[in-house]
């Protein structure tokens, strides 16, 4: 065990920039789900080395020795650096478990104080407000594309509602609208909450001030909601999730961060740019969307929201102005991806092959106490 516990705490240096190379060269959705996995499964195998090696020493000590009838000599015979290898385990495990709880708290924290930001309508009925909050939009006119009509409206026909004109630009089914009072420019994708005993669950929602909606004309607004509504639908939000509790697993993981945050919004920008039909409007918009944001940022959007205007907006922008990207097979991508497919498949089966060595050791070890008696 104490050779394949070990390949998993060193396989990511070698595969974090095999995932990179590779996800440069797909398509934006098969890159993020391409990192993504990668993340998982490396984080995934760390994790558990750590927790076999940190096992293997506690079985050491006497009192768990005694009480799981096992042969305290054969174990230390057999593996006498353990308690060492163990003692380091078990702090790194107690360092990432804090770490997780920080990053969940925080993560929670800056959700709600979005959420208690929504207009008193959007919000949710078990989110109370704190202190001062942005007021519905009550001017939308100035938001949307004038349409050709009469210049007066007739008595009969009813004006239209605030906050429907701006909402008529999202589908019935899709996820609903929250438009703040704010001159500051922001949009993003707001996570749901799951469904809890004595919870109900919350949808997720778009989230744009009338900022934003002023820095933008109507094409390019339907561009930036399409992008937001692509963020919500394939919940991007998880993969962010695992990257940043995976970059404090391992250090080589850090790396992915960033690309995988790359290759998200771009996955959003295809998916928006396919929805309004014109690749130039929606570069137009993002690059809009980001000069508007950078000059006075809504200040309570959480960081684990996607927003379009996040990520290196030149380079996507770039990419906005050129045909769609599809993949691009040769052989180097191959080599590629086989050499990261390898150190995934070495990963898992050094994980199963050390939990197996493990198991037999508790069973020699039970053994080892029978014969002894």
Do not use: K
Not at 102 to 111: H, K, V
Not at 120 to 134: I, K, L, S, W
Not at 137 to 144: D, G, H, M, S, V
Not at 187 to 197: E, N
């Amino acid at each position: 065990m104490m050779i394949a516990v070990w390949a998993p705490l060193l396989l990511p240096l070698l595969a974090a920039p095999l995932a990179r190379r590779l996800a440069e060269s797909l398509p934006p959705r098969a890159a993020a789900w391409t990192l993504a996995g990668s993340t998982a499964v490396l984080a995934g195998g760390t994790l558990c080395s750590l927790g076999l090696l940190a096992t293997a020493g506690l079985l050491q000590l006497p009192p768990v020795a005694a009480l799981g009838h096992l042969s305290l000599r054969w174990l230390t015979a057999a593996a006498p650096d353990a308690p060492l290898a163990a003692a380091a385990a078990a702090l790194a495990l107690v360092v990432l478990a804090a770490l997780a709880v920080r990053t969940a708290r925080r993560r929670r924290l800056e959700l709600r104080t979005a959420r208690a930001a929504l207009p008193p309508g959007d919000r949710h009925p078990d989110v109370r407000p704190r202190g001062a909050t942005v007021r519905r939009a009550r001017t939308p006119e100035r938001f949307t594309t004038p349409t050709p009509g009469p210049a007066e409206p007739s008595a009969a026909t009813p004006p239209r509602p605030a906050r429907s004109t701006v909402a008529a630009l999202l589908r019935p089914a899709e996820p609903p609208l929250s438009v703040l009072d704010d001159e500051r420019a922001d949009a993003f994708a707001l996570p749901g909450r799951l469904r809890r005993p004595g919870r109900p669950g919350e949808p997720g929602r778009i989230v744009v001030t009338s900022g934003m909606l002023r820095a933008l004309n109507g094409p390019e607004r339907s561009a930036l909601l399409a992008h937001e509504r692509a963020h919500l639908a394939a919940r991007h939000h998880v993969f962010l999730a695992v990257a940043e509790h995976a970059a404090h697993v391992h250090p080589a993981l850090r790396a992915l961060r960033a690309p995988l945050g790359y290759h998200l919004e771009r996955w959003a920008d295809e998916v928006a740019a396919a929805r309004v039909g014109d690749r130039t409007v929606t570069a137009r918009a993002v690059g809009r969307a980001a000069l508007a944001a950078s000059r006075s940022p809504w200040p309570d959007r959480p960081r684990a929201a996607a927003a379009a205007h996040s990520g290196p907006v030149p380079r996507r922008v770039a990419a906005l102005l050129q045909p769609r990207p599809a993949a691009t097979p040769g052989a180097r991508l191959r080599a590629v991806a086989l050499a990261l497919a390898a150190c995934l498949a070495l990963s898992t089966g050094a994980t199963l092959e050390a939990t197996a060595d493990l198991h037999h050791t508790v069973e020699a070890a039970e053994l080892g106490t029978g014969a002894r008696h």
